[in-house]
């Protein structure tokens, strides 16, 4: 079964993590075991010799794009565990010239500033950090979020197109990112060794939106999304470029990945908790990523962070199932402070927040009793979280027998 098979407010959870098959391309067998989990399953047992071969397979693709007066290779970096990871591995373990390129979307926690400067320092590199005007993050923010119910598809098509425009431009053909996709979703095999693509790109960081969609009806102009243009086909083949995860080639840990970069580096987790997940290191370098974003995650589909990193320490060993769904029970439903910054950053009110992100609730996940929204959980009952703001003309959907 998959979230296009489900009928009303018949969800489902994995059975040996937390998530709900409400997750975007998740499927979940008849066993009741997700496909997130089937494929960690294999990852993990991939034998010594594979990584092995999967190792001199990352050093013949070094071997073939190694630079005798140009970088080596871009590494897209935001500053986070990840990108001190891989950076490492290239710097230190492959004794690469890396040019490290961010997308700064306004938006970093202190530490994730921090961290993200020091990187120059740490790795002897160059590092070109570049964010689009205010003025057009703002814009962005609103629209996208009225449009898709995302106020953060700024970031996702920043972070990876602006990196391959400096590809073309600088013509460093290679660019190497950190972890790979298929632990989401289980959507990709271990084998399928996925690379990112101008295709791949489109349909799961751009949500199938390109920058001239967007920015209809808007003040917005083509010169103010520059940065947001995909390199052509032909500027893409004629310079030989390839974007690759280094998860392919290397077994894939973030809490082991964090503790070294914690312990060599000094990196710095976030000084205090955040409101929707009890990780301290992730997302330092979006403050909206964890709070406003993933708050219209759980509106939409009714689970949020704290799923998604417990059911990853989940299959990694680090946490049980059971405290993965006090994890859940504690997080994922909370409105956090995060909302009244993003709130006051656009200028819009709460109740205009709300009346916008109730209309792209599920009706597979959510129904509506008394004025108030309700979905199953994963620990049995019902619950109800929130008053109803949509509009009485588009509430009937979301209206059944359930009691």
């Known amino acids: 079964m998959n979230s296009t098979d489900l009928k009303r407010n018949d969800i489902s959870y994995c059975t040996k993590c937390v998530m709900p098959i409400s997750t975007v391309n998740l499927s979940i067998n008849k066993s009741g075991v997700c496909s997130a989990c089937d494929f960690h399953s294999v990852y993990q047992s991939l034998s010594n010799n594979e990584w092995i071969s999967r190792k001199k397979k990352f050093e013949k693709i070094l071997e073939n794009y190694k630079s005798k007066s140009n970088y080596d290779c871009i590494i897209p970096v935001s500053g986070g565990k990840d990108s001190y990871y891989q950076t490492h591995q290239i710097v230190n373990e492959f004794n690469l010239k890396p040019l490290l390129v961010t997308y700064d979307g306004n938006n970093y926690l202190p530490e994730g500033i921090y961290n993200r400067n020091k990187m120059r320092e740490h790795f002897d590199a160059d590092h070109l950090i570049f964010g689009p005007s205010v003025k057009t993050l703002i814009e962005l923010n609103k629209i996208c979020f009225k449009i898709m119910g995302d106020m953060n598809w700024h970031a996702h098509c920043g972070i990876y197109t602006y990196p391959f425009q400096i590809a073309v431009k600088f013509k460093i053909p290679l660019l190497i990112w950190g972890e790979t996709f298929w632990d989401i979703s289980g959507m990709y095999d271990v084998n399928d060794m996925v690379e990112y693509t101008k295709r791949m790109h489109f349909e799961h960081n751009l949500r199938g939106y390109e920058w001239n969609d967007v920015i209809k009806n808007s003040n917005l102009t083509e010169k103010d999304m520059i940065w947001s243009k995909f390199p052509s086909d032909e500027e893409y083949i004629n310079n030989n470029i390839r974007g690759i995860p280094i998860g392919n080639y290397f077994k894939w840990d973030p809490n082991a990945h964090s503790k070294l970069i914690i312990d060599k580096y000094k990196w710095k987790p976030s000084s205090k908790p955040f409101e929707r997940t009890y990780r301290l290191m992730s997302n330092l370098d979006d403050r909206y990523e964890n709070g406003a974003h993933d708050l219209l995650k759980f509106v939409k589909f009714g689970y949020g962070r ?66 108030q929204w309700y979905k199953k959980n994963i620990w049995g009952e019902a619950s109800s979280y929130g008053d109803v703001r949509l509009k009485k003309d588009l509430q009937e959907k979301y209206k059944n027998d359930i009691t």
Do not use: C, P, Q
């Not at 029970?329 to 009244?340: F, N």
């Not at 927040?353 to 959510?366: L, Q």
């Open 306 to 371: 704290a799923s998604d990193h417990a059911s990853k320490d989940i299959r990694t060993g680090y946490m049980t199932r059971e405290e993965g769904i006090k994890m859940v029970k504690k997080y994922d439903h909370i409105v956090s402070s995060d909302l009244d910054y993003w709130l006051d950053y656009v200028g819009m009110k709460e109740d205009e927040f709300w009346e916008i992100a109730d209309t792209f609730r599920s009706e597979k996940v959510w129904w509506i009793k008394n004025n």
